[in-house]
């Protein structure tokens, strides 16, 4: 008697390292973002500091999108808005098909996250409560320019949570719903296969550490302008 082989006992590389450390170090940061907001005072210049990681972390992810491995590059994951519906519809049915990389959806929230991220760091650059925070640049703006960038700091800052919730509960219905685990292929950087296709490519870890001091180096010339 022929045993029955498992479909998924094959497993294929995924998400090179650069971008699991991007993707662990945004969650840790933007958690530490919320918490240095809420307590105000003193813990504005952690969350200032915080504010340049993020930059310089949406700075490189937005380098590793070209110069990254297979499914870390924009070109992978960014689909035409027909194949987004025809995928959207697809979730639902029976015909849903799981990707390896990002699927047309989240391509796509991919860069909704990555804008957010860079409007919200940008403009805390500019920011000002009148109390006890200013960003580095509010002295090369006028008071009006510097308003308007606080105001549209603290309009993002609810559409970014917005997106955070929306990615949540994405991962959550894929998990619960289509029985697809996104959180273990984000640590191992594999994910399990039913046949072997052609492996996916890795990023150079010498590359995105050098983009990643590129990007720090950038932000550090902005803050001290």
Not at 78 to 100: C, D, F, M, N, T
Not at 148 to 166: K, R
Request: charged content about 15%.
């Amino acid at each position: 008697m022929t045993q029955k082989r498992s479909p998924h006992r094959h497993s294929e590389p995924v998400w090179d390292l650069p971008v699991r450390i991007f993707h662990w170090a945004l969650v840790l940061l933007v958690i530490s973002q919320l918490v240095t907001a809420s307590l105000g005072g003193n813990a504005m210049q952690f969350h200032a500091f915080g504010g340049y990681a993020i930059l310089t972390l949406v700075l490189f992810r937005i380098l590793w999108g070209f110069l990254g491995g297979t499914h870390a590059r924009f070109r992978d994951f960014v689909r035409a808005p027909a194949a987004v519906v025809q995928y959207a519809k697809s979730i639902l049915g029976e015909s849903h098909a799981a990707h390896r990389g990002h699927n047309p959806l989240g391509g796509w929230s991919v860069l909704a996250m990555l804008g957010s991220l860079l409007l919200q760091a940008g403009t805390g650059l500019f920011a000002n409560d009148d109390v006890m925070m200013e960003g580095p640049l509010v002295k090369h703006v006028s008071e009006r320019a510097s308003a308007i960038a606080t105001a549209i700091h603290d309009v993002n800052a609810a559409v970014l949570l917005t997106l955070i919730a929306i990615h949540i509960a994405a991962v959550l219905f894929y998990w619960l719903a289509k029985k697809e685990n996104l959180i273990t292929p984000m640590i191992t950087g594999r994910k399990p296969s039913a046949t072997p296709r052609e492996p996916a490519r890795y990023g150079s870890a010498w590359l995105a550490a050098l983009l990643i001091g590129c990007s720090a180096a950038a932000v550090y010339f902005v803050v001290r302008i």
